[in-house]
């Protein structure tokens, strides 16, 4: 019963954010719906048993790639003014009310006592543990190029968003 409840509940707010991706105009608003659908992705995730790839998609791609993807919208910026007139009068203290009941649940959560396995049982093959003794030992020369080759890409796009047109392509316009 609970599994089906959350399906519902993070199925409608994948729905809702996918939407609202495709079809609000603003594109930071837009982007906001693309972090809840991978959010209640991620929930699914954690549903199924499958943690690590849930954590990789909170830090890659709702942390990682929406950060790329906000920074590219402000480095596009937009040409219209918004309007900061607020159309819906309850939504603030709404959503301060629903942060602090968030918090609350995550207190009462984090209090009660987490049973583990027992020392003896083997790590199962897919558990963070796992990944990482893979991923530190026999890949990580795999994995710190893959990180440098990142980095330089990163450093790359940056440099050539600081250059202005040469002469040449200004002549071409």
Same mark, same amino acid.
């Given at each position: 019963?609970?599994?089906?409840?959350? @399906?519902?509940?993070?199925?409608?707010?994948?729905?809702?954010?996918?939407? $609202? &991706?495709?079809?609000?105009? +603003?594109? =930071?608003?837009?982007?906001?719906?693309?972090?809840a659908t991978m959010l209640s992705i991620a929930v699914f995730y954690v549903v199924n048993s499958g943690h690590?790839?849930? /954590?990789?998609?909170?830090?890659?791609?709702?942390? *990682?790639? &929406?950060?790329?993807?906000?920074?590219?919208?402000?480095?596009?910026?937009? !040409?219209?003014?918004?309007?900061?007139?607020?159309?819906?009068?309850?939504?603030?203290?709404? /959503?301060?009310?629903?942060?602090?009941? @968030?918090? =609350?649940?995550? =207190?009462?959560?984090?209090? +009660?006592?987490?049973?583990? *396995?027992?020392? %003896?049982?083997?790590? /199962? +093959?897919? $558990?963070?543990?796992?990944? *990482?003794?893979?991923?530190?030992?026999?890949?990580?020369?795999?994995?710190?190029? $893959?990180?440098?080759?990142?980095?330089? *890409? %990163?450093?790359? /796009? =940056?440099?050539?968003? #600081?250059?202005?047109? $040469? #002469?040449? #392509?200004? !002549?071409?316009?």
């Amino acid at each position: 019963m609970a599994e089906l409840l959350l @399906f519902i509940v993070f199925g409608s707010i994948a729905l809702i954010g996918a939407l $609202t &991706m495709v079809l609000h105009p +603003n594109p =930071v608003h837009g982007a906001l719906g693309l972090m809840a659908t991978m959010l209640s992705i991620a929930v699914f995730y954690v549903v199924n048993s499958g943690h690590f790839i849930a /954590a990789v998609q909170v830090v890659v791609y709702a942390g *990682a790639v &929406m950060t790329l993807f906000l920074f590219v919208i402000m480095m596009i910026g937009v !040409d219209r003014a918004e309007n900061l007139e607020e159309r819906l009068p309850l939504q603030r203290p709404l /959503a301060i009310g629903l942060g602090i009941a @968030f918090l =609350v649940l995550i =207190v009462l959560i984090g209090s +009660n006592a987490w049973i583990t *396995a027992p020392a %003896s049982a083997e790590a /199962a +093959n897919g $558990t963070v543990e796992a990944v *990482a003794d893979l991923l530190f030992t026999d890949w990580l020369l795999p994995f710190e190029v $893959t990180t440098l080759l990142l980095i330089i *890409a %990163s450093v790359g /796009a =940056v440099a050539l968003a #600081q250059f202005e047109p $040469t #002469q040449r #392509q200004r !002549d071409e316009e």
